[in-house]
């Protein structure tokens, strides 16, 4: 009796082992949407009235999150970590476990650069102008995937004065495919000195030339970390002088 229940019992764990351990497997299984297509558009929402935010092209791989109900619209995640949604028809299923295929890859902490698939952006800086404080809006509008002209306007508080500046810049980016890039900046325009008190000081106008460089750090949903340091000259026609401009802060491209 006892070896009979030995016997049972040993071949009830031969045969519910594979199931459990397939289970264990399936655990580390994703579905990816591979582009079968010359091209797939990428959408905003489940249908065609969405409007498109990247155009993959053959071969490309996407985890797929979901499935929506209505029409076969398949929910996915880019690189970047932005959701869209891809027609059904255009794109097949690939599972991918730990040997996954290449581009199979789930979005990760850094993301690919946004300036290659990018049409414009904003950033908040925030810093040193001359050892006083400094804040700087600079929008951006880019011509390619390592250039970008940018308008900027800034203000510097001093103890006795603040600084308004604005002017217009461009900026390379040296590695654009890289998730860290090294970029140079060149910018110039006019800088306004409003003094809090004009019988002590009067109120004055400079133009201004400036150089430096920094980098972009490339994060999920297209935020951009940004460090920068120039060399800025203040000039007019009798005087020049040299400050020194170190700043940071968020951006986004879209």
């Avoid at 016997?7 to 949407?33: C, G, K, M, Q, S």
């Avoid at 028809?89 to 730990?98: I, L, N, Q």
Wanted: net charge negative.
């Amino acid at each position: 009796m006892r070896l009979l229940t030995t016997t049972a019992l040993a071949v009830l764990l031969l045969v519910a082992t594979p199931p459990l351990r397939a289970a264990e497997d399936d655990e580390d299984i994703d579905a990816f949407a591979k582009v079968i297509t010359a091209e797939a558009e990428l959408r905003s929402g489940p249908g065609v009235s969405h409007r498109v935010i990247h155009v993959a092209s053959r071969g490309e791989t996407f985890l797929i999150e979901g499935r929506e109900s209505s029409g076969y619209w398949l929910k996915v995640a880019l690189p970047d970590g932005r959701i869209a949604y891809v027609l059904g028809d255009t794109v097949e299923a690939v599972a991918a476990g730990p040997d996954a295929p290449e581009g199979a890859v789930k979005p990760g902490f850094f993301a690919p650069p946004a300036l290659q698939t990018a049409r414009g952006g904003f950033a908040m800086m925030a810093g040193f102008f001359d050892r006083d404080g400094y804040v700087e809006l600079r929008p951006a509008l880019v011509l390619a995937p390592a250039i970008a002209i940018e308008p900027y306007a800034g203000l510097s508080l001093q103890r006795d004065a603040r600084r308004f500046v604005f002017g217009v810049g461009g900026t390379m980016v040296l590695m654009p495919d890289w998730p860290v890039a090294p970029f140079v900046h060149i910018g110039g325009g006019v800088m306004h000195e409003d003094p809090n008190d004009e019988f002590v000081r009067a109120a004055a106008d400079f133009y201004h030339a400036r150089a430096g460089g920094g980098f972009f750090v490339s994060l999920r949903w297209r935020i951009l970390l940004r460090a920068e340091a120039n060399n800025t000259i203040l000039f007019t026609e009798d005087s020049y002088a040299n400050v020194q401009t170190y700043y940071g802060g968020l951006g986004t491209y879209f």
